[in-house]
């Protein structure tokens, strides 16, 4: 089983930064993109950044120039540097993946279980 593991949330006020991580561990033949997803409360999951296997990024309009996402690929893991964080960035941060466990498999996207981001004004 492939396990997908967020650190590194918590409770900061506004215009401060905070540093995600998240690790993936288990059977893990090569991993494809990796991304960091939040869900704000009552609101649907939404898409925040992306990077692909040879480092290529993406991110969404609402966080550009505020977060950066970075990988390492010796160490299965995916960084969220976010800055200048504003109360609207509260939310619980996913990380996500999409792993392949064996040359004979597809890739799987494999989720974690989040870690609360809480920004106070």
């Known amino acids: 089983q492939v396990q997908l593991v967020e650190s590194g949330g918590g409770l900061v006020q506004a215009g401060g930064s905070l540093r995600l991580s998240c690790a993936a561990s288990g059977r893990i033949f090569s991993i494809n993109a990796m991304a960091w997803y939040r869900q704000a409360p009552g609101k649907q999951r939404e898409l925040v950044a992306t990077i692909t296997s040879v480092g290529t990024t993406n991110t969404a309009d609402s966080m550009k120039g505020r977060v950066t996402i970075s990988r390492d690929n010796l160490k299965n893991m995916v960084y969220l540097q976010m800055n200048n964080l504003k109360p609207e960035d509260t939310a619980v941060y996913y990380c996500?993946?999409?792993?392949?466990?064996?040359?004979?498999?597809?890739?799987?996207?494999?989720w974690g279980q989040g870690t609360q981001v809480t920004v106070s004004s």
């Open positions: 996500n993946a999409d792993v392949r466990e064996s040359y004979f498999r597809d890739y799987v996207s494999r």
